[in-house]
């Protein structure tokens, strides 16, 4: 649908993230031109053309006073997805929040309207959230990362809350071992 080639194109980076919309016609994705900078979400159409972006963190986030050294320098909005309701749901580091035992920003679940206006952060968690995804039942589910007796590597849970940031509720508790 787009690369670096296509007529309507961000040109070379990194093209991840992609999600289909309810009909069928837009797909939703996050791009980065390069190692330094921000990450974007934007939108095409499933036949090429329509290229927008939705997000700009670079210009909507002060940048964080973060240690110098901080990994992954930049702002980044990343894993978007369609809301039933119109909305969009993304994660995104624009919080400034940091990695407690690492010089790395966290992400955390945010959502915006299908223009890329009103962004709203729908989290409270001071770890990495990750994933989002549509259940039947409208909620949007995801990964956390709880820092509290797991690895960092693997065994993450998975959680449920409301597109409105209402009602995080953990989908397998923490009684699960291996939820991957």
Sequence with gaps: ????????????????DPDISY??????????????GNTSIYEIGID????RRLTDPGCDCQENHAPQGLIGKGQHDITPCYLPGGRIAF????TGGLVMCFSSYIDTLHTMNADGSDIRSISVNNQNE??????????????????ID???LYMQSLWTVNPDGSDETALFATNLAKPT
């Design 1 to 16: 649908i787009i690369d670096p080639t296509t007529e309507e194109t961000l040109g070379e980076g990194v093209y991840r």
């Design 23 to 36: 009909d069928g016609r837009r797909v939703l994705f996050a791009f980065k031109d390069g190692a330094e």
């Design 48 to 51: 090429g053309t329509g290229l």
């Design 91 to 94: 994660t995104s580091t624009r």
């Design 130 to 147: 990750f994933d989002p995804a549509v259940l039947p039942n409208g909620r949007i589910l995801y990964g956390r990362w709880e820092y």
């Design 150 to 152: 797991k690895t960092a």
